[in-house]
């Protein structure tokens, strides 16, 4: 338990039992922070705890006029399913969250760890793979048409906690969707929660998610299209250089 080991990076002020947790640190298109927002909002989860690094730079959001805690830790009753949601990078800091989550994991006894990430594709295309050493949750995944991973290179928390978890009998599954932008990617964290509500049963909608990448990539080509017409009139005044803005 994190308390015998005296992890004090970990506050939880309550315990349910016998959890799925659902974790995601930022990545390639902020898909796992994307995906664990949205349904932190549309399963209308309740805050139970929270994960605070100390040597980590302070980061914190503001949403709706409330604070939001670097790493949060949410809880949703209807299906027993913990959600860890991180605003924060934790890079130089992997195998410090990875054995947090292991802690959390721990108390709460949970059945199973689901990590989420983008991976990086040159191709416009919306798969998503898996990768997972528990054959029942293979065959369950590829029913629902989703691809094993098969090769590939996995860094950050989560290749921290899979090899955390390589001697460990809990099970986990990863859940990868293709991204093709630095950008934020609601189209693959649209195709996360497509695959998590196949495979956990969440009945959560992704559409808007989909609406909301239109959006955002339609936002993204009107400034860029202003920023060449800036460019245009004042490359004389600016001498070469360039400058531009976002509103």
Same mark, same amino acid.
């Given at each position: ?81 913990? %959600? =860890?949601?991180?605003? /924060? &990078? $934790?890079?130089? *800091?992997?195998? !410090? ?55 590939? %290179? =996995?860094?950050?928390? /989560? &290749? $921290?906690?899979? *090899?955390?978890? !390589? ?55 009107? %400034? ?11 490359? !004389? ?11």
């Amino acid at each position: 338990m994190a308390e015998k080991r005296g992890n004090k990076d970990i506050q939880l002020w309550k315990k349910p039992k016998n959890v799925t947790i659902i974790e995601g640190f930022p990545g390639f298109g902020l898909v796992a922070t994307i995906t664990t927002g949205y349904l932190i909002e549309h399963l209308k989860c309740e805050q139970i705890g929270s994960v605070y690094f100390e040597d980590a730079a302070p980061t914190l959001a503001v949403h709706k006029n409330k604070m939001i805690d670097p790493i949060g830790i949410y809880y949703n009753k209807a299906k027993n399913l913990i %959600i =860890i949601h991180a605003i /924060t &990078s $934790a890079q130089g *800091l992997e195998w !410090k969250a990875a054995q947090a989550i292991l802690d959390i994991a721990n108390q709460l006894t949970a059945k199973e760890i689901i990590s989420i990430e983008g991976v990086g594709s040159k191709e416009k295309s919306e798969r998503g793979f898996h990768y997972t050493q528990n054959q029942k949750a293979s065959k369950r995944l590829q029913k629902l048409g989703i691809d094993e991973l098969g090769e590939g %290179i =996995i860094v950050g928390v /989560t &290749s $921290a906690l899979m *090899l955390r978890l !390589k001697r460990n009998k809990m099970p986990m599954t990863c859940l990868f969707a293709e991204t093709h932008s630095q950008l934020p990617d609601s189209r693959a964290a649209a195709k996360v929660i497509e695959m998590l509500d196949g495979y956990l049963g969440l009945k959560v909608d992704f559409k808007p998610l989909l609406k909301e990448a239109a959006e955002f990539e339609k936002k993204l080509k009107g %400034i860029a299209t202003d920023f060449q017409k800036t460019e245009k009139q004042q490359g !004389k005044k600016c001498s070469g250089k360039h400058f531009g803005y976002i509103r």
